[in-house]
């Protein structure tokens, strides 16, 4: 069965340094997320990504987040200059259309990030 | 504003039928409702969706009131596996992304 990878599994870096938290959707999906859950609380969005663009984001999302589709399989987020508060369980998400009529969102296992 | 109400925890014995509310008295008419799940140290994952009829899959079954103002998630027959946190998501027209609240978790007891 298909499904959603996700690259490493645990980061570990200081404030102030930049990450690439990497995912691989599953192929032929069209819609790509990201999502966060800091340890014991919700679920969070920051951003879905779609015909190579950002479609929406979250007020999360500010300036020090990016995303990127660079080769057609990866999909990454970047975090420029890491805080403490950034530390949190990141979801990647796919899906192959329209959520909001049916079809289901795909997430990978998360990559826990550590800012130290 | 919290557009679904869920209870925080309830416990199941294993084997037997589970049955988790959700409250979503202001639901619109194009809203869906959707289930998610999200096991121990997992990533969330689909459970069922509906619209205004009752529905099926190899999972669960989602019950829909009537007045669309609550729904009922229903597990056959629950295993050790089923324990987890549930999700009830209302998904609005062109909405994609899911805003999760605080969900139920289910406990299974042997």
């Known amino acids: 069965e298909p499904e959603v990878t996700q690259t490493p599994s645990h980061q570990v870096t200081q404030m102030g340094q930049e990450v690439i938290l990497r995912c691989v959707p599953i192929?032929?999906?069209?819609?790509f997320y990201w999502y966060r859950q800091i340890l014991g609380q919700k679920v969070e969005f920051l951003v879905s990504f779609y015909n190579n663009e950002i479609s929406e984001k979250s007020e999360i999302f500010d300036d020090q987040f990016s995303v990127e589709r660079p080769d057609g399989s990866n999909f990454t987020l970047k975090i420029r200059s890491t805080k403490l508060e950034d530390s949190a369980m990141y979801f990647c998400?796919?899906?192959?259309?329209?959520?909001?009529?049916?079809?289901?969102?795909?997430f990978g296992p998360g990559t826990r990030l550590t800012v130290l | 504003d919290a557009k679904t109400t869920q209870p925080n925890s309830m416990e199941s014995n294993e084997e037997e039928p589970v049955h988790l509310p959700c409250n979503h008295s202001t639901i619109s008419g194009t809203d869906y409702i959707h289930w998610y799940r999200q096991l121990p140290s997992q990533g969330p994952e689909y459970v069922i969706h509906g619209l205004t009829s009752n529905v099926n899959n190899r999972m669960a079954s989602l019950a829909i009131a009537e007045d669309r103002k609550s729904s009922t998630l229903i597990l056959h027959r629950a295993t050790l596996r089923d324990a987890a946190v549930y999700y009830c998501i209302l998904l609005g027209e062109s909405e994609e992304k899911l805003t999760f609240g605080t969900g139920t978790r289910l406990t299974i007891i042997p």
């Open positions: 998400a796919s899906s192959d259309g329209a959520v909001w009529v049916g079809d289901e969102q795909f």
């Open positions: 192929s032929n999906h069209l819609y």
